[in-house]
């Protein structure tokens, strides 16, 4: 993985932070090749990486399944949370700015970890998502306790050819306005990075907040699999 921990580093992090402004959504070039989204989207029938499974349905979340890693996360998983985060904690700050927020967000990983622990949140929350025909995710926002990092990521696992529907989909709540909706045309080996609650906006009287929500539309045919990587814990 140090390969592809080079490759998140060496990304146009400017030009991600500009793509989440305009569209509320940033998508990295394919990073993961098929051989490495198979073996993550493999993980899903070793039931001793997972300390929970979700059946959608039963929730009232949509139609589907998913399930949380255990810690330790697999090498790979570990490797993409712990590379993602310092360029995202950046995006993360300067929002806070914006927003004269309090929220400082530390610049390594495991910082925030421990500060999710000291608040009672200590369950891993990266997750394997499987949808099939007729499977779809509810719009929604994932908090899992106070302390809740903005930004979220999604790894595409399944080739283009290996289902259809299935899109992913955000909602922009807009203060006075009608909502914003964006598709991600997000490809396999490719990473979207998503707001997990608000994003600012540039309004007439300055920045403002925007609430978001992401969901998935109903898969039409095939298995769709994703990798989420949320970077804080849950309590």
Known sequence: MESVSQAIAALDWNALSQSLDTLG???TPRLLDADACAALAALYAQDRRFRSTVTMAR???????YRY???????????LRAALYPPLARIANQWSERLGLSDIWPDN?????????????PRPTPLLLR??????????QDLYGPIHFPLQAVVMLSAEDSFTGGALTLVENRPRMQSRVEVVPI?????AIVPVRDKPRMASGGWSKSAMRHGVSTVLSGERQTLGIIFHDAG
């Open 69 to 79: 890693f255990a810690y330790p996360l697999p090498d790979t998983v570990q490797a």
């Open 109 to 121: 990983h495991a910082a925030l970890i421990d500060r999710c622990h000291a608040f009672g949140q």
């Open 187 to 191: 490809r396999q080996g490719q990473i």
């Open 25 to 27: 959504y940033a998508l």
């Open 59 to 65: 929730h009232g979340f949509g139609k589907g399944e």
């Open 131 to 140: 949808y099939r025909a007729g499977d779809y995710n509810c719009l929604h």
